[in-house]
């Protein structure tokens, strides 16, 4: 079994910047694909962004290309997402996710291990 923890998440404000983190525990991910997430109240949950097992591909949602970076330390077993320019729109729990299969995917149903989730909120 795989848990994820994240963690850096916090209260901001437009503009500001944060990096969450997402530490893998119980075996290493490095062969997995991985990915972050986000839901705000009332909402569904979405892809925020995506990374292959080596780190060589990533996706993005159109809502935080160019501002969201996705990366790996296969060595640490973690993952990061450095988030710059925040938007209040950007207010939600953001949750990371892997997968056995080393190619990424935007479907929260390819994900197999999950993590509780960690509040970002930005306030105006």
């Known amino acids: 079994q795989v848990q994820l923890v994240e963690s850096g998440g916090g209260l901001v404000k437009a503009g500001d910047s944060l990096r969450l983190s997402c530490a893998a525990s119980?075996?290493?991910?490095?062969?997995?694909?991985m990915g972050w997430f986000r839901q705000a109240p009332g909402k569904e949950r979405e892809i925020v962004a995506a990374i292959s097992w080596s780190g060589s591909n990533t996706y993005y949602a159109d809502s935080v290309k160019g501002r969201f970076t996705i990366s790996r330390d296969n060595a640490k077993n973690t993952m990061y997402l450095q988030m710059n320019s925040l938007k209040p729109k950007d207010t939600a729990v953001y949750y990371c996710?892997?997968?056995?299969?080393?190619?990424?995917?935007?479907?929260?149903?390819?994900?197999?291990?999950w993590g509780q989730g960690t509040q970002v909120t930005v306030s105006s």
């Open positions: 996710a892997a997968r056995v299969a080393g190619v990424s995917s935007v479907l929260i149903t390819g994900y197999d291990y």
């Open positions: 119980g075996r290493t991910v490095n062969t997995y694909a």
